[in-house]
């Protein structure tokens, strides 16, 4: 199994852009799909971006299509969100999940993973 391991994060203005990291320390995400999830204070846990790992398809949450660049790094194992253009509304903990034998699609439908990493904080200052 892997263990999701995030990276990036922290403070930025907004319309400034962030990278968050995923790693699957030292193991791989093949027949995985691996997603990002956000949650801010006081709401509930929202699905972000997927990415299905073996084939590279990608599904994007409507608030953040455009915005956002979910990719992988296969020699790193790593799967990697881009976020440009940020606003101060995407500012939340962002947290990294495996599924195995997912989709992108089917993790973003299901907001549903089988490994969670401990969460990176994003914020975004107007």
């Known amino acids: 199994q892997v263990q999701p391991v995030e990276s990036g994060g922290g403070l930025v203005q907004a319309g400034g852009s962030l990278r968050l990291s995923c790693s699957a320390s030292?193991?791989?995400?093949?027949?995985?799909?691996v997603g990002w999830f956000r949650q801010a204070p006081g709401k509930e846990r929202d699905f972000v971006a997927a990415m299905t790992w073996n084939s590279g398809h990608t599904y994007y949450a409507a608030s953040v299509k455009g915005r956002f660049t979910i990719s992988r790094d296969s020699a790193k194992n790593t799967v990697v969100l881009q976020m440009n253009s940020l606003k101060p509304e995407d500012t939340a903990a962002y947290y990294c999940?495996?599924?195995?034998?997912?989709?992108?699609?089917?993790?973003?439908?299901?907001?549903?993973?089988?490994?969670w990493g401990q969460g990176t904080q994003v914020t975004v200052s107007s």
């Open positions: 030292g193991r791989t995400f093949s027949n995985y799909a």
């Open positions: 999940a495996a599924r195995k034998y997912s989709t992108a699609h089917s993790m973003g439908v299901s907001e549903a993973g089988d490994y």
